[in-house]
């Protein structure tokens, strides 16, 4: 008699169990997926570019989304990380800030079953987010730094304005850029700064820099934010006419100053090609896809007076 | 007695446990370790192994000029490399060509059949980027840790190029030989120009006229 109570128990409880199991499923199913969009700053208009197209397409595939901005700040992005997976955050679309020190938060993304699509900066782990959607700096700063030399006739004094140490885009724009450049011994970079992406600090850099060399033909920026910076500094010291600026991004100041022959050149990215991709994928993975290529780089094309009529902001015209 | 007995063995334990858990390591031997991608070596083989190979089967360049202008679409879905999305890609080409002139950065050479309006260089001077390792379509970039070290592949098959290749043929051509070649060609697809078309050298053999 005990014993059939006992599993007449069992039995109701595991029914019970199951019930609740099944309410909560179905509850879930029924809710719209969110994802989080994680991005560096918001401080560059690029980023609040790449940013809103992600959300933009997260919407438009039917999923609830929400911008969070890192400010630059590893510790930050950790607290966005630990929020959106609190907040029970389906897919995390993500800008990293440090490509070494934002590698925990993709991690503890991956523990709690929550897939990270990286967009434009990648992180030094190839396992921990499910897909890296990468500009290719390398290859846009080669190009670059093609017309670098051919602009200088292989000769002169430049300065290199680096952006954040800890990304590896800086490094791939400055090692792209040097793989050429290096070959001529009469390109001397009399200086070589970090200006972290910001266009006021490349502008003090400059200035800065200015001072110890006034005699310089030529600054390479790793970004557009920090060529404006720079175009600036030369501005206000009277040598726009004669330094020759370099940037990269593809932004709607530096595409407007390429056409009033403010600035030499610039290397396109596509960060609405990175954002959408990004959210596509999330979508694919809400669906069941689990086969993602690690790796996903877009091309960058090099822009100059010649070719600039192609491009708009952030992209080629349509 | 008998307490203070376990407690030593548990001492000893504990002792052991920690000593077997923690292990300290130079900060430049881990360093090392995540830096040891040797970029020369990797380059070495794959252009033995992989790239020659793969450039050897590349398309006739005169065929995918004439294919390019009537139908560019199947052109680049067959013939073309490229590793990630976007508008550049990489065409495997080989062929045999006529010199026309030799300029400081480039030698420009012209097919026996090339469509109007193309313009023809084999670069001597500008030897960078990914157009060589990236239209072999031999590689995979989902084999690296980072892609610093993918591109530090591009950076020493290029000094190939420029070591290997280019001196020998820089040092005999002359206006009016031929010259067989394969190599790379990067084309953008949505704004394809056929005036500038520069074909990154993999193997240049001249034969005087």
């Known amino acids: 008699m005990f014993k059939q109570n006992t599993i007449s128990s069992l039995l109701l409880c595991a029914i019970f169990a199951l019930a609740l199991f099944g309410c909560k499923t179905k509850e879930k199913k029924d809710e719209a997926n969110k994802v989080a969009i994680i991005v560096s700053t918001l401080n560059n ?86 897909s890296q959607i990468l500009s290719d700096s390398y290859s846009g700063s080669v190009s670059i730094a093609k017309k670098f030399v051919e602009s200088l006739n292989k000769k002169g004094n430049y300065v290199e304005i680096l952006g954040m140490v800890g990304d590896n885009n800086t490094w791939n724009r400055s090692r792209g850029f040097h793989s050429v450049v290096d070959h001529y011994p009469d390109l001397k970079m009399v200086a070589q700064q970090s200006a972290d992406f910001d266009r006021n600090k490349a502008m003090e850099v400059l200035e800065s820099v200015l001072q110890a060399n006034p005699d310089i033909d030529a600054v390479f920026c790793g970004n557009d934010a920090m060529a404006m910076g ?25 595409v407007n100053s390429i056409q009033d022959e403010k600035i030499v050149a610039t290397g396109m990215q596509f960060p609405a090609v990175m954002a959408q991709t990004a959210a596509t994928f999330a979508d694919e993975y809400f669906k069941g896809k689990r086969d993602f290529p690690k790796k996903m780089p877009v091309a960058v094309e090099l ?13 080629a015209k349509k | 007695m008998n307490k203070l007995w376990q407690k030593g063995v548990l001492g000893v334990l504990i002792l052991l446990v920690a000593y077997n858990s923690v292990y300290f ?107 060589v390792r990236d239209a072999s379509g031999q ?66 053999s001249v034969e005087k006229q």
């Open chain 2, 25 to 131: 390591k130079k900060l430049d031997e881990v360093k090392a370790t995540t830096a040891g991608f040797d970029g020369a070596a990797y380059a070495t083989t794959f252009w033995s192994e992989k790239l020659t190979p793969a450039m050897e089967k590349g398309v006739d360049l005169s065929a995918l000029l004439q294919q390019l202008q009537t139908n560019p679409d199947q052109a680049f879905a067959t013939h073309s490399h490229a590793l990630g999305i976007g508008n550049i890609k990489y065409f495997p080409v080989k062929g045999v060509a006529t010199v026309k002139n030799v300029r400081e950065n480039e030698v420009q050479v012209a097919l026996d059949a090339q469509p109007a309006g193309t313009e023809l260089t084999i670069a001597t001077e500008y030897i960078f980027g990914n157009a």
């Open chain 1, 45 to 130: 208009p690029w980023f609040v570019f790449l940013a809103e197209q992600a959300k933009e397409k997260a919407n438009e595939l039917g999923y609830e989304a929400k911008i969070f901005d890192s400010q630059n700040n590893t510790a930050q992005e950790t607290d966005h990380f630990e929020n959106a997976l609190a907040s029970g955050y389906d897919a995390i679309l993500f800008n990293p800030t440090d490509a070494d020190g934002s590698i925990v938060n993709v991690k503890n993304a991956k523990i709690a079953g929550v897939p990270v699509f990286c967009m434009d900066r990648e992180v030094n782990d190839p396992d921990a987010a499910t």
């Open chain 1, 303 to 315: 822009v100059t007076s010649k070719n600039v009529g192609n491009y708009v902001a952030y992209g």
């Open chain 2, 139 to 204: 590689i995979d970039i989902n084999a690296f840790t980072n892609t610093m070290d993918f591109n530090t592949v591009s950076a020493e098959l290029n000094n190939i190029i420029r070591t290997q290749v280019i001196p020998p043929f820089k040092g005999q051509v002359k206006t009016g030989d031929r010259v067989e070649f394969t190599g790379a060609i990067e084309l953008n697809q949505k704004y394809l120009n056929f005036s500038s078309i520069e074909i990154i050298p993999v193997s240049l």
């Open chain 1, 230 to 254: 720079a175009y600036q500094a030369l501005v206000a010291a009277g040598k726009a006419d004669k330094v020759k600026v370099f940037g990269f991004d593809g932004a709607e100041d530096v």
